[in-house]
């Protein structure tokens, strides 16, 4: 069972403020990024419309604590660690590491969470909560909290 993913990104310019450092908002789109390719690995879509029905994982929380900068032109990871797997409901936590000649670092430089719901539509134009599927739940796992406690 997968418990954990990772992807690599460089801070591009445009991700920056003026004094070069990765702007804060930029944190949120990179955790969706890794969890996007995260579903994707396990053959999960995060939106799928379908004629009549609309299958989602909207966010219902997400933070992101900072403890260090990325500056641009850093080389980084992102992992994504999964914290709990409820009914209807999945708990990320994903660690920021710079990386330095092609060897990820041990010291955080931020780490966030995400809880985001499986829903369907209700037909009324809305979503309504949704049982998380069996197929997802037989390749995903929980990591052990040692592996994303932060240290």
């Known amino acids: 069972m997968v418990s954990e993913f990772a992807i690599r990104r460089t801070v591009e310019f445009a991700e920056t403020d003026m004094a070069g450092i990765a702007h804060f908002s930029n944190f949120f ?3 969706e ?33 900072f403890r260090a900068p990325l500056r641009f032109g850093d080389t980084f990871e992102v992992r994504l660690y999964v914290k709990e797997l409820r009914t209807r409901a999945v708990c990320y936590v994903f660690q920021f590491r710079k990386i330095s000649d092609g060897t990820v670092e041990p010291k955080i430089l931020a780490q966030g969470e995400i809880v985001a719901v499986c829903v369907t539509g209700d037909g009324k134009g809305g979503m309504v909560a949704h ?3 069996e197929s997802f739940r037989a390749q995903v796992g929980v990591a052990p909290a040692a592996a994303w406690a932060a240290k």
Not at 43 to 57: M, N, Q, R, Y
């Open 33 to 65: 990024a890794c969890e996007t390719a995260f579903a994707r690995s396990v053959g999960v879509s995060l939106a799928t419309f379908k004629p009549g029905e609309v299958v989602g994982w909207p966010r219902v929380n997400a933070t992101c604590d």
């Open 29 to 31: 789109r990179w955790m």
């Open 131 to 133: 049982p998380i599927a």
